[in-house]
């Protein structure tokens, strides 16, 4: 949920206005005393209980919250949360899909709107007449976990007029958890910001996570989350408002699955990783129109959104890509096709698999595709697959699994049919290989060296393709250019796998069939020096394992080295801007400017770019991506290729990052030019061509 917050948000109530009261002290649920300070929840053993070690799977309210599908929010907005529906859901999940993994029940935004007397809040009794300890109980019979929602920040109607006396912690009140000047912070701006150096915000965070505990809550969305949520700097950085979270809810000695919401900042992965166990890496899936989602506006974008975070993934942390909404065509706002690839995304990422279709409405294909426990198990295997390339719209996804057999996913993005292929060198070995379709469950028979497809618009196939022979460690994967001068050229590409009972000795790296470099097991990266100015050069790399066995050679990395000068560096704001790029400052950048507004009819073009020779050439792009990601649409000398942007996802355009790839330049003048006609394009700060 990105678009607005329903529950505990929301500025309406000046700082000196008293607390919500809707309801006594004296009514408030007893809370569970709290575990000692440090110590999180354990088993009957003593030791820790480990959350999320597969990704999480159920259901979660907001995407029929937020539609205006007809029937479905009569009351207007987000009017179908109530107890009656989140119980509906939950008797069709535990019926149908519990067997299949469906366990968790997310009651997301909307299910408060008021506070107890000290500042905790309290269910809306409209919604849920029987209140959310009774819900979470209900859940819990059906075999279900239970998950509530929260909004970052202190609501001001919590606060009240600063004495609002903080649970459990005498002599503390909301005036003293808080900064003196009230400043706001989450994604909209709707609460206060909790001073985590003052010791009563803690209490207060563990008084807040001790009442959830107590009414059985075994899952937390804490919402509108920065650095990211669109927004950074000090007063949007909620890091420690993570910490003390997962502090308080460790503590409270019930375990409590914690994620953290929306579009958080990459930059931060590292405390995302250390305080939650998942991160949504995006803004809201739904679309807030008449249907749940629909391909172009929420959809479509994960695909360049993920990559960055897919490292980051693993057990007890997780990519979130927001609700599954793919089981009822009517509703989704999605064509079979783009239903199926919706699916085939979460599932290769490993992403949580929660759904936010209305389960009493669902068509006989979407049930199919949601009960396939073959893409299930791909899922909760927890190995997110990683892109081949991005340069077009046909992409190979893939995944090496602890059998040695590779998960495999072939997308077409494009609005019309195309073909797509996955080359089996690109993904760690060579030969032939036996393949079997996933969601058919048919196996395909054998394909040497490569296995391909035509796939309608929006289309994809999941495959699993297992290797006939494996006797040589795997060939190293995504060798790619990192940099160029005039005499030197770096190289780097992902670890190679060994065959059983060995390990990985050494790398080796040949130019055009010569060696020139060897490095370490360790090592996944080289710089071949001593090279001439404006030469041209064709790396491969092997692995060799210890016992002197080698992989095959790496696809194929072409590298022209810089001319005589060395690399030469282009400004965006020097360069051609048209149909609406600009040039502006930026204080971070080259120059302290660049070229922004860039997409649709804006385009960004330099046109003298030099080469000594002809030659594929490595050149750095310089940006600045405040949004999530973007993506650009490079031509040069008249040939296309896809530049996706990797965003900070919190509003800062005054910082660059770089991107190098690889371009194909002829001797003399070149023109490369950034446009998307049909998106907008990150701010350009400069081209480096190495």
């Known amino acids: 949920m990105a678009a607005l917050a329903l529950a505990t948000t929301g500025l309406a109530a000046p700082a000196t206005a008293a607390p919500a009261t809707a309801a006594p002290a004296t009514a408030a649920p007893a809370t569970a005393p709290r575990a000692a300070a440090g110590h999180p929840p354990a088993d009957q053993g003593g030791h820790r209980a480990p959350l999320a070690q597969k990704p999480y799977m159920g259901w979660s309210s907001w995407s029929l919250e937020s539609t205006d599908y007809p029937g479905v929010n009569p009351d207007g907005a987000a009017s179908y949360l109530t107890e009656a529906h989140v119980l509906q859901q939950a008797r069709v999940l535990a019926a149908t899909f519990k067997k299949h993994g469906y366990d968790h029940v997310n009651i997301d935004a909307g299910w408060s709107t008021g506070f107890d007397r000290y500042g905790r809040p309290v269910p809306d009794a409209e919604r849920f007449p029987d209140g959310i300890a009774y819900v979470d109980a209900r859940l819990h019979a059906l075999g279900l976990k239970a998950g509530i929602y929260q909004a970052v920040g202190l609501d001001p109607k919590a606060y009240g ?75 949007y950085d909620n890091r420690a408002d993570a910490a003390a979270w997962r502090t308080a809810l460790d503590d409270t000695g019930r375990p409590v699955e914690f994620t953290l919401s929306w579009a958080l900042s990459h930059t931060y992965a590292d405390d995302w990783k250390k305080n939650s166990n998942g991160w949504r890496i995006d803004t809201d899936v739904e679309c807030y129109c008449d249907t749940l989602v629909t391909w172009d506006a929420s959809v479509k974008q994960r ?9 980051d993934a693993g057990p007890g942390h997780w990519n979130n890509l927001d609700s599954v909404d793919v089981g009822s065509g009517a509703m989704d706002g999605l064509t079979e096709d783009e239903r199926q690839s919706c699916l085939t995304l979460w599932a290769v990422e490993a992403a949580p698999l929660y759904l936010g279709d209305d389960l009493t409405r669902l068509d006989d294909f979407g049930r199919k595709l949601l009960t396939n426990d073959d893409v299930i198990a791909i899922d909760q295997a927890g190995r997110p697959a990683k892109p081949v390339s991005q340069s077009s719209e046909q992409q190979t996804w893939y995944a090496r699994n602890a059998d040695g057999s590779y998960t495999v996913a072939l997308f077409n993005l494009a609005s019309s049919a195309a073909p797509a292929t996955a080359h089996w060198r690109d993904l760690g070995f060579d030969g032939t290989a036996d393949v079997k379709d996933v969601w058919s469950h048919r196996d395909l028979g054998a394909a040497k060296d490569a296995f391909g497809a035509t796939l309608p618009a929006h289309g994809s196939r999941l495959l699993t393709v297992t290797p006939r022979h494996i006797a040589a460690p795997t060939v190293p994967t995504a060798a790619r250019g990192t940099s160029a001068g005039a005499t030197s050229v770096s190289l780097a590409w992902d670890p190679a796998v060994p065959a059983k009972g060995a390990a990985i000795a050494r790398y080796d790296i040949r130019d055009d069939g010569r060696k020139v470099a060897s490095t370490g097991a360790a090592t996944t990266a080289a710089t071949v020096s001593g090279l001439a100015p404006a030469s041209g050069h064709r790396y491969t790399v092997t692995a060799v394992d210890s016992r002197g066995r080698s992989s095959a050679a790496s696809t194929a990395v072409p590298v022209t080295t810089a001319g005589p000068g060395g690399p030469v560096t282009y400004q965006g704001e020097d360069a051609v801007l048209a149909g609406g790029a600009t040039a502006s400052g930026c204080g971070g950048c080259a120059g302290g400017a660049k070229a922004g507004n860039v997409g649709g009819a804006a385009t960004v073009t330099f046109d003298h770019v030099t080469a000594d020779r002809d030659g594929t050439y490595l050149v750095t792009v310089a940006y600045a991506d405040g949004d999530t990601s973007r993506q650009g649409i490079v031509t040069v000398d008249g040939r296309t290729l896809q530049l996706p942007f990797s965003g900070t996802g919190d509003n800062d355009w005054d910082h660059t990052q770089d991107v190098t790839v690889p371009m194909e330049l002829t001797a003399g003048d070149n023109t490369v030019a950034f446009g998307n006609p049909g998106d907008n394009v990150a701010d350009i700060d400069q081209i480096t061509v190495q």
Not at 303 to 311: A, F, K, L, S, Y
């Open 303 to 311: 695909w360049r959104d993920v990559v960055q975070w897919i490292p």
């Open 161 to 235: 007029d600063g004495t609002t006396p903080v649970h459990g912690a005498p002599g503390c009140t909301t005036g003293d958890i808080v900064y003196p000047d009230l400043r706001t912070t989450n994604g909209w701006d709707s609460a206060y910001k909790i001073d985590y150096s003052r010791p009563c915000a803690q209490k207060y965070t563990d008084s807040v996570a001790d009442l959830y505990a107590s009414w059985g809550v075994d899952f937390l969305k804490l919402d509108g989350v920065g650095p990211g949520s669109f927004k950074g700097g000090g007063q």
